[in-house]
């Protein structure tokens, strides 16, 4: 159905005001997405990059791209505000359009309509510091988007389409408009080291720093039945394991990694570092006291720390301490 013939969303018959508002954690967006309720639309159905190696590009919620227009999106803004007496927005687009987003702009600018909106984008070059303030003058207050692995490398081989520089860029200009930032990080990633997990947890702790990002979250990478990865796993150097009986729903599928990085210890490293990035603390410190010692046996090449005196069992980064300050230049 084309995204124009839809018709618009209703709330018509919830009792609204009755239900309670619950945080689970002390996440920045986490606390947007479940303390209190938005209206929830759409700028355009589907992904218009849809190429994400680890995403389901080949079902039609992200591989077929509809975007009806600027038109259809106000229509359906003053109808859910007539609705539910509500002026806040949720965009639940899998990307809003940055052509989109700027034309949402205008027309709430020019028509004189006061929302307060966020959504889901992806960390594009032309997101400029004049669109980005152009954003916030209509309304937008926060954009949450994924910045993966923060490698290179990791991001050229999931054909994520960015490199760690534009993300820096693209994200210090919505936070210099004023517009919270949430950088959805992914870990365990095929082919990914150690030393790539520990780099890229430099880099993060970095952007923070920076005053790029504030909020993030870190996701164990899964590989699924629809994905480029799950399609085709010979070309991302994993192997699939044989589907086990699906009573449901035929979606995760388990996987061998040659490289055989322990994600599992490393993971709650990772979680530990990024709670305490999000308070504004430990952003000095060497992203290896975020590990805890490996057990015996599980450890390799493991030496001493010299300020703690603890096993340190990760590597030490290979990443410029200073290089998020210089890609900004």
């Known amino acids: 159905i084309p995204q124009r013939d839809t018709g618009i969303p209703t709330y018509d018959g ?20 479940s303390d209190g309720r938005w209206n929830k639309i759409t700028l355009a159905h589907g992904c218009y990059w849809k ?12 591989g077929r791209y509809d975007r009806p227009g600027e038109d259809i999106a106000m229509q359906r803004i003053r109808a859910l505000i007539a609705e539910t007496d509500e002026t806040g927005f949720h965009l639940v687009d899998e990307a809003a359009p ?25 960390f594009e070059k032309a997101f400029t510091p004049e669109l980005c303030r152009l954003l916030a003058a209509a309304g937008c207050v926060a954009v949450s988007g994924g910045l993966e692995v923060a490698s290179d490398r990791l991001l050229e081989l999931m054909q994520k389409g960015v490199t760690v520089e534009q993300v820096a860029r693209v994200t210090r ?23 790539d997990t520990i780099d890229a947890l430099e880099r993060v702790r970095q952007l923070f720093a920076a ?14 039945a629809h994905s480029p990865i799950g399609l085709h796993p010979e070309e991302y150097g994993i192997t699939l394991r044989p589907p086990r009986t699906v009573t449901f729903a035929h979606n995760d599928i388990e996987f061998d990694d040659p490289v055989g990085t322990d994600h599992d210890f490393l993971g709650s490293g990772l979680r530990k570092a990024l709670y305490n990035y999000m308070l504004g603390l430990g952003l000095d410190a060497d992203v290896r006291e975020w590990f805890e010692p490996r057990p015996e046996g599980r450890r390799r090449g493991a030496r001493r720390h010299g300020r703690r005196g603890s096993l340190l069992s990760v590597p030490a980064t290979t990443v410029p301490p200073d290089l ?5 230049g």
């Open 324 to 328: 998020i300050e210089r890609l900004l």
């Open 14 to 33: 919830l009792p609204l005001g009755q239900y309670v508002s619950v945080m689970e954690m002390l996440n920045p967006m986490h606390r947007f997405w």
């Open 98 to 122: 940055p052509a989109g987003m700027r034309a949402l702009a205008k027309r709430l600018i020019d028509e004189k309509l006061s929302i307060t909106w966020w959504g889901n984008i992806r």
């Open 173 to 195: 200009a919505f936070s210099d408009a004023g517009i919270m930032v949430h950088a959805y990080l992914m870990y365990g990633f095929p082919t990914e080291t150690a030393q």
């Open 211 to 224: 005053g790029c990002i504030q909020s993030a979250y870190w996701h164990r990478f899964a590989a699924t």
């Open 51 to 62: 190429k994400c190696a680890f995403c389901d590009v080949s079902l039609d919620y992200i």
